[in-house]
């Protein structure tokens, strides 16, 4: 049942997580230009209204079918989304997480029936009108049918959250998100289920409590601060580095293992999130949009007018009370010093679990030669750690003359063609090297401090 949960987590947040970028531009033009924005415009906010009805369903719909069945999978799922888009009243992620999959599998069916039979020369006839009449047919469908069911399921969710809003009991979806969130179901619940729905209601109201739910960076500071203060060992001397990364970066990540060290902890993440969550919604606070990663400049930049305040309490009041319980809890329960390195392991085959990699599948062996131009740093997403990775790679290049060598972040699915050196976690080898396998492979267990990079940076000096 876990591994199930796990697996439709990852595609729910597989479908949202690459068009996040999307959710932010419409965000900025909202919180600018409605009437209630920070420059009101009326020629410009006309872009609000088409961007969340059908650009952000499309793209949703489109990037479900391409997971099921690549590009082919994604115009299907584009097509049938559409149709569930008109067949609505309202914003349609649901029937976009539905339709665009969907599709795509039933087209990657009905293609494994005739591929073998279709006469040479006519494959691209046969493939192009197969795509446009089924897609044809699954539009018309979720127009008739789908539509208007998804839209009713829509309504009774959004009439759930806000009766949990009217009796405000909001704050106690907490007990699951800050658990969730170290056993790294957080992007599954942030961008699978928290973004479609904040995303609908900044379209009502102006602004959303569900983009901060899982986003905000307090409780995590808090901990880390706790242990900064409280800590021994080598988990004290390295919370400070951890604060600035998670509470700057956004990278909640590099704190989950100073909660699996002490797991008693997870109650102080527990009271820290419910805090926040009850403090912002007490004050009317939210955001336009998501707020991706969850630091806190981008926190603050997709805080709309008038709602700075109940946003900035919501963070400093779940830090605060997540550091007492915290720091209570280490007091009364933890005698001596954790074991971090031991602790940072269990996250990582935990996430690499979460990921359905159950063991690091070995890298191939490749040779690196002739001069390198692009360095590709890969994770499951292409935004948090291969972002951070590539950081530090790409400055410890610069101190030894190699900065001319390209260093960027992907996707491990999504790799450049053109990659001369692909880094990326031990446990993702074996699909980076399915992605790009003309590419010379570096696998390592730690984005911040990895031996291999110096290792990697000699053979570039050779």
Same mark, same amino acid.
């Given at each position: 049942?876990?591994?199930?949960?796990? /697996?439709?987590? /990852?595609?729910?947040?597989?479908?949202?997580?690459?068009?996040?970028?999307?959710?932010?531009?419409?965000?900025? *033009?909202?919180?600018?230009?409605?009437?209630?924005?920070?420059?009101?415009?009326?020629?410009?906010?006309?872009?609000?209204? &088409?961007?969340?009805?059908?650009?952000?369903?499309?793209?949703?719909?489109?990037?479900?079918?391409?997971?099921?069945?690549?590009?082919?999978?994604?115009?299907?799922?584009?097509?049938?989304?559409? +149709?569930? #888009?008109?067949?609505?009243?309202?914003?349609?992620? $649901?029937?976009?997480?539905?339709?665009?999959?969907? @599709?795509?599998?039933?087209?990657?069916?009905?293609?494994?029936?005739?591929?073998?039979?279709?006469?040479?020369?006519?494959?691209?006839?046969?493939?192009?009108?197969?795509?446009?009449?089924?897609?044809?047919?699954?539009? #018309?469908?979720?127009?008739?049918?789908?539509?208007?069911?998804?839209?009713?399921?829509?309504?009774?969710?959004?009439?759930?959250?806000?009766?949990?809003?009217?009796?405000?009991? %909001? &704050?106690?979806?907490?007990?699951?998100?800050?658990?969730?969130?170290?056993?790294?179901?957080?992007?599954?619940?942030?961008?699978?289920?928290?973004?479609?729905?904040?995303?609908?209601?900044?379209?009502?109201?102006?602004?959303?409590?569900?983009?901060?739910?899982?986003?905000? &960076?307090?409780?995590? %500071?808090?901990?880390?601060?706790?242990?900064?203060?409280?800590?021994?060992?080598?988990?004290?001397?390295?919370?400070?580095?951890?604060?600035?990364?998670?509470?700057?970066?956004?990278?909640?990540?590099?704190?989950?293992?100073?909660?699996? $060290?002490?797991?008693?902890? #997870?109650?102080?993440?527990?009271?820290?999130?419910?805090?926040?969550?009850?403090?912002?919604?007490?004050?009317?606070?939210? %955001?336009?949009?998501?707020?991706?990663?969850? @630091? *806190?400049?981008?926190?603050? *930049?997709?805080?709309?007018?008038?709602?700075?305040?109940?946003? #900035?309490? +919501? *963070?400093?009041?779940?830090?605060?009370?997540?550091?007492?319980?915290?720091?209570?809890?280490?007091?009364?329960?933890?005698?001596?010093?954790?074991?971090?390195?031991?602790?940072?392991?269990?996250?990582?085959?935990?996430?690499?679990?979460?990921?359905?990699?159950?063991?690091?599948?070995?890298?191939?062996? /490749?040779?690196?030669?002739?001069?390198?131009?692009?360095?590709?740093?890969?994770?499951?997403?292409?935004?948090?750690?291969?972002?951070?990775?590539?950081?530090?790679? /790409?400055?410890?290049?610069?101190?030894? +003359?190699?900065?001319?060598?390209?260093?960027?972040?992907? @996707?491990?699915?999504?790799?450049?063609?053109?990659?001369?050196?692909?880094?990326?976690?031990?446990?993702?080898?074996?699909?980076?090297?399915?992605?790009?396998?003309?590419?010379?492979?570096?696998?390592?267990?730690?984005?911040?401090?990895?031996?291999?990079?110096?290792?990697?940076?000699?053979?570039?000096?050779?």
């Amino acid at each position: 049942m876990k591994e199930k949960i796990q /697996r439709f987590g /990852r595609f729910l947040s597989g479908m949202v997580m690459p068009n996040i970028g999307a959710f932010i531009a419409w965000g900025l *033009i909202t919180a600018m230009f409605i009437p209630t924005g920070w420059i009101p415009n009326e020629s410009l906010a006309v872009l609000v209204d &088409p961007m969340i009805k059908y650009l952000l369903p499309l793209l949703i719909g489109y990037t479900g079918g391409r997971v099921i069945y690549g590009a082919r999978g994604g115009v299907v799922g584009a097509i049938a989304t559409i +149709g569930v #888009i008109i067949g609505a009243d309202v914003p349609m992620f $649901m029937g976009a997480m539905i339709m665009g999959p969907v @599709s795509a599998l039933v087209m990657k069916k009905l293609d494994g029936l005739w591929n073998d039979k279709v006469p040479g020369g006519f494959e691209m006839l046969v493939n192009n009108f197969s795509a446009g009449i089924f897609g044809g047919a699954m539009s #018309i469908l979720g127009y008739l049918g789908i539509g208007p069911v998804a839209e009713a399921i829509n309504r009774a969710m959004g009439s759930g959250v806000g009766w949990l809003v009217e009796h405000n009991l %909001l &704050p106690l979806t907490s007990l699951l998100v800050e658990p969730a969130k170290v056993l790294f179901l957080n992007n599954a619940i942030n961008h699978g289920v928290f973004t479609p729905l904040g995303a609908q209601q900044a379209a009502e109201v102006g602004r959303s409590i569900f983009f901060m739910i899982e986003s905000n &960076p307090g409780p995590g %500071l808090g901990l880390l601060l706790a242990y900064m203060i409280f800590g021994k060992g080598s988990s004290k001397t390295s919370a400070s580095g951890a604060a600035i990364i998670h509470f700057f970066g956004g990278i909640h990540e590099i704190y989950f293992p100073y909660v699996l $060290m002490n797991p008693i902890l #997870i109650l102080a993440m527990i009271g820290g999130g419910v805090s926040g969550v009850f403090t912002i919604n007490l004050l009317g606070g939210g %955001l336009i949009g998501a707020a991706a990663p969850g @630091s *806190i400049m981008a926190e603050m *930049i997709m805080t709309p007018r008038g709602a700075h305040v109940a946003n #900035i309490l +919501g *963070i400093v009041i779940a830090c605060a009370v997540t550091f007492v319980l915290a720091s209570l809890l280490m007091k009364l329960f933890v005698k001596e010093e954790g074991d971090l390195e031991g602790s940072t392991e269990m996250m990582k085959a935990m996430k690499a679990e979460s990921k359905g990699l159950a063991t690091p599948p070995s890298a191939k062996e /490749r040779t690196l030669s002739g001069a390198v131009k692009k360095i590709v740093f890969a994770c499951d997403a292409g935004m948090g750690s291969s972002a951070m990775g590539a950081t530090k790679l /790409r400055n410890k290049l610069a101190a030894a +003359g190699l900065s001319d060598a390209e260093v960027v972040h992907s @996707s491990v699915d999504e790799i450049p063609s053109d990659a001369d050196v692909i880094v990326c976690h031990t446990q993702l080898a074996e699909r980076a090297g399915t992605s790009c396998p003309d590419a010379y492979l570096v696998t390592i267990t730690d984005f911040m401090n990895a031996p291999e990079y110096n290792t990697l940076i000699e053979k570039m000096k050779g």
